[in-house]
T-cell receptor
Framework: DAGVTQSPTHLIKTRGQQVTLRCSPK?????VSWYQQALGQGPQFIFQ???????QRGNFPDRFSGHQFPNYSSELNVNALWLGDSALYLC????????????FGEGSWLTVV | AQTVTQSQPEMSVQEAETVTLSCTYD???????LFWYKQPPSRQMILVIR??????QNATENRFSVNFQKAAKSFSLKISDSQLGDAAMYFC???????????FGTGTSLTVIP
């Protein structure tokens, strides 16, 4: 049973550039959430996708956008990168929006220089 | 917004001993869920234990148990018979019954001493 998979594992970008991170949910899951985890902090909710639509959004600017595909996989896009966007980006999947347990991937480490 | 506070940035425990990690939260809701997640160096968050707020009985999963005090808004994690593999960051998390997002604390780094 494949768990949540994310790519790439690590990447380095320059300020002002754009980045796309990818996530495949756990088999059987249809809902994907994205979290940002800065160094030494707990994860912070970015947004959640269900039925290919953004259902809920945390306190993140419009530079952060996403997409969910018919196969439930998802992308997180960040435009005009800041140094402060350097973080571990975690994808989590669940079955349905109201499910109270989510499963995380190993994350994508983004460094902005 | 809900907030989750973990006041112990670091804790240590001798192997085979018991340790308790603290967590408090702030909410005006009556129906919600609480979680403890473990994050080892691999960075993957792993669910340790879950508690439904409407249940009075404290959740238990093998060596892991919680002390849920709803009135005090406290949710501590007890690890019994600590093992070297328990060394990790532990995050307390909250999710309202009607919401989709999880709110996490800042974590407690647990060291297990052989």
């Amino acid at each position: 049973d494949a768990g949540v998979t994310q790519s790439p594992t690590h990447l380095i970008k320059t300020r002002g550039q754009q980045v796309t991170l990818r996530c495949s949910p756990k088999s059987g899951h249809d809902t994907v959430s994205w979290y940002q985890q800065a160094l030494g902090q707990g994860p912070q909710f970015i947004f959640q996708y269900y039925e290919e639509e953004e259902r809920q959004r945390g306190n993140f600017p419009d530079r952060f956008s996403g997409h969910q595909f018919p196969n439930y996989s998802s992308e997180l896009n960040v435009n005009a990168l800041w140094l402060g966007d350097s973080a571990l980006y975690l994808c989590a999947s669940s079955l349905g929006q109201g499910w109270n347990t989510i499963y995380f991937g190993e994350g994508s480490w983004l460094t902005v220089v | 917004a809900q907030t989750v506070t973990q006041s112990q940035p670091e804790m240590s425990v001798q192997e085979a001993e018991t340790v308790t990690l603290s967590c408090t939260y702030d909410t005006s809701e009556s129906d919600y869920y609480l979680f403890w997640y473990k994050q080892p160096p691999s960075r993957q968050m792993i669910l340790v234990i879950r508690q439904e707020a409407y249940k009075q009985q404290n959740a238990t999963e093998n060596r892991f148990s919680v002390n849920f005090q709803k009135a005090a808004k406290s949710f501590s994690l007890k690890i019994s018979d600590s093992q070297l593999g328990d060394a990790a960051m532990y995050f307390c998390a909250y999710r309202s019954a009607g919401g989709n997002q999880f709110y996490f604390g800042t974590g407690t780094s647990l060291t297990v001493i052989p």
